[in-house]
């Protein structure tokens, strides 16, 4: 029903930003949350940022508030992550969702929350 395809990630200097996409295609049904999740080697997918359907509602994992962004264009059916001072810590394969349900947006900070996934794309940042 739907497709999810990130592009953006790369190799960026500690202090810097990167901005990732997520393009959404396919058909829907219904309204969905979306999200941004990351994973390094040998670590769990953690959970990143989230955003609901009306893009009024943000949530954000401790580790990268104030630093990252995320936001959507649904008229592009698109979200973004905008991640600006960043550290050799967030370097890992980040990776886009999007879910059902209509939830509140604190639901959606969890794996388990999530429909579809996109295949991810690497974020290296070097010191």
């Known amino acids: 029903q739907v497709q999810l395809v990130e592009s953006g990630g790369g190799l960026v200097q500690a202090g810097g930003s990167l901005r990732l996409s997520c393009a959404a295609s396919?058909?829907?049904?219904?309204?969905?949350?979306m999200g941004w999740f990351r994973q390094a080697p040998g670590k769990e997918r953690e959970f990143v940022a989230a955003?609901?359907?009306?893009?009024?509602?943000?949530n954000y994992a401790d580790s990268v508030k104030g630093r990252f962004t995320i936001s959507r264009d649904n008229a592009k059916i698109t979200v973004f992550l905008q991640m600006n001072s960043l550290k050799p810590e967030d370097t890992a394969v980040y990776y886009c969702?999007?879910?059902?349900?209509?939830?509140?947006?604190?639901?959606?900070?969890?794996?388990?929350?999530?429909?579809?996934w996109g295949q991810g794309t690497q974020v290296t940042v070097s010191s």
């Open positions: 396919g058909r829907t049904i219904g309204t969905y949350a």
């Open positions: 969702a999007a879910g059902g349900g209509g939830y509140s947006i604190s639901y959606y900070n969890k794996r388990s929350a999530y429909d579809y």
């Open positions: 955003i609901s359907w009306s893009g009024r509602n943000t």
